[in-house]
């Protein structure tokens, strides 16, 4: 990767993923990374983009991604899938894993 800040995003299979490696991969301002449930994704990595195993409510799933990524910067997205309170879990384990790293 080239100088550029690298962003990892969580979740990026997701809509909102999708959408937010669009819109870094068009400003050309970022190196991309991203998670997916397996750690592949031929369409990402045909885009450029390295790709992490990270497992939803899995601490360690996410300082590993954070760590082998080399991000300078991370963006996740809520499932909207469960309670409010397992989502604030899944915030509170990136942001640790962040706090970790």
């Known amino acids: 990767m080239s100088d550029k ?5 969580f979740l990026a299979t997701s809509r909102q993923g999708s959408a ?3 819109a870094l991969l068009d400003s050309g301002k970022f190196n991309v990374a991203g998670t997916t449930r397996t750690g592949t994704s ?5 885009r450029g983009v390295k790709v992490f195993p990270f497992k ?4 360690a799933s996410a ?3 954070i760590q082998a990524s080399n991000a300078t910067l991370v963006w996740f997205t809520t499932l909207m899938q469960s ?10 384990d990136i942001i640790n894993a962040c706090k970790a790293t």
């Open 63 to 65: 300082e590993a991604a």
């Open 56 to 59: 939803i409510g899995n601490q």
């Open 20 to 22: 937010t490696i669009d």
């Open 42 to 46: 031929p369409a990402l990595t045909a």
């Open 83 to 92: 309670t409010r309170a397992k989502e604030a879990g899944h915030g509170k």
């Open 5 to 9: 800040p690298t962003v990892l995003v």
